[in-house]
T-cell receptor
Framework: KNEVEQSPQNLTAQEGEFITINCSYSVGISALHWLQQHPGGGIVSLFMLSSGKKKHGRLIATINIQEKHSSLHITASHPRDSAVYICAVGPTYLPWNTGNQFYFGTGTSLTVIP | EAGVAQSPRYKIIEKRQSVAFWCNPISGHATLYWYQQILGQGPKLLIQFQNNGVVDDSQLPKDRFSAERLKGVDSTLKIQPAKLEDSAVYLC?????????????FGPGTRLLVL
């Protein structure tokens, strides 16, 4: 059972296209994170959401708490956007002695072709 | 601000050998995480420290994996003895506080190949 599901698993787009990556989760959360992982590189945090919408440059992230769903949009995609995008959720805060384990999706591998 | 540092970046060992990874979190970050990421999967939490104490190690295979953060700053993760299925990227992350709303900052990872 995966607490976090992402779609699609793989995505190829032409440069300039509008891209949407979806994330659905089944647990109650207090925060959702979108992460970017380049091949051979580390992970960079793009957004942390607990409600509504956030925008940073060409990236937009939205979350619908009632539907337990989040989307990451990339406008005017560029080859440098090629990476794996990972959705991670932080469950509703647990008692102090049990930690706050994050649940991660398996990632969406995006390739943007020039 | 310096990011999370990890070393080595790559390691190739034979099965049954031992290996150790090192992580230096961002200065002032109390919470430190070790993740294992197998190819094609999302990261899996192995252990979480709050300062020098273990908060969650429920998914750490304790028969072969161990981790410590003796002074509440740097941390080491050891595998002894390694198995083929341990081949993965080992990611270290840190955050200022132990809350799910906190941004986690990830290191570049250590890519382990067990032959």
């Amino acid at each position: 059972k995966n607490e976090v599901e992402q779609s699609p698993q793989n995505l190829t787009a032409q440069e300039g296209e509008f891209i949407t990556i979806n994330c659905s989760y089944s647990v109650g959360i207090s925060a959702l994170h979108w992460l970017q992982q380049h091949p051979g590189g580390g992970i960079v945090s793009l957004f942390m959401l607990s409600s509504g919408k956030k925008k940073h440059g060409r990236l937009i992230a939205t979350i619908n708490i009632q539907e337990k769903h989040s989307s990451l949009h990339i406008t005017a995609s560029h080859p440098r956007d090629s990476a794996v995008y990972i959705c991670a959720v932080g469950p509703t805060y647990l008692p102090w002695n049990t930690g706050n384990q994050f649940y991660f999706g398996t990632g969406t591998s995006l390739t943007v072709i020039p | 601000e310096a990011g999370v540092a990890q070393s080595p970046r790559y390691k190739i060992i034979e099965k049954r050998q031992s290996v150790a990874f090192w992580c230096n979190p961002i200065s002032g970050h109390a919470t430190l995480y070790w993740y294992q990421q197998i190819l094609g999967q999302g990261p899996k939490l192995l252990i979480q420290f709050q300062n020098n104490g273990v908060v969650d190690d429920s998914q750490l295979p304790k028969d072969r994996f161990s981790a410590e953060r003796l002074k509440g700053v740097d941390s080491t993760l050891k595998i002894q003895p390694a198995k083929l299925e341990d081949s993965a990227v080992y990611l270290c992350a840190s955050s200022f506080r132990d809350k799910p709303q906190e941004t986690q900052y990830f290191g570049p990872g250590t890519r382990l190949l067990v032959l």
